[in-house]
């Protein structure tokens, strides 16, 4: 049974950093596109991160780009994102999804089948 689990979330500080993983299990992620998506309250799911799995490949939202890195775990069945430098308009549930080892645009969120169920980030003082 496919499933993906996110972790990792928690409250931060302005300026802190966090790790989020997204452990799979069920298949080989290596085969697939991974992104990590977020959503706040009263807002659009937005693309943050993605790796597409033809390519190996890492796509940025602008609002994260040199803040944010996407990886993949060496030995274990798992994708990360690394966030530094957090801001309080991070704060979202952030969730991953699995896609296609080939699609277009990775990190527009109705190319990807299999979500995670989220973990909640939140950058406050």
């Known amino acids: 049974q496919l499933q993906l689990v996110e972790s990792g979330g928690g409250l931060v500080q302005p300026g802190g950093s966090l790790r989020l993983s997204c452990a799979a299990s069920?298949?080989?992620?290596?085969?697939?596109?991974i992104g990590w998506f977020r959503q706040a309250p009263g807002k659009e799911r937005e693309g943050v991160s993605c790796?597409?799995?033809?390519?190996?490949?890492?796509d940025y939202s602008d609002s994260v780009k040199g803040r944010f890195t996407i990886s993949r775990g060496n030995a274990k069945n798992t994708v990360y994102l690394q966030m530094n430098s957090l801001k309080p308009e991070d704060t979202a549930v952030y969730s991953c999804?699995?896609?296609?080892?080939?699609?277009?645009?990775?990190?527009?969120?109705?190319?990807?089948?299999?979500w995670g169920q989220g973990t909640q980030v939140t950058v406050s003082s």
């Open positions: 999804a699995v896609g296609p080892t080939v699609l277009p645009m990775c990190l527009l969120g109705r190319y990807f089948g299999s």
């Open positions: 069920g298949f080989t992620l290596d085969d697939y596109s």
């Open positions: 790796i597409y799995g033809s390519s190996g490949r890492t």
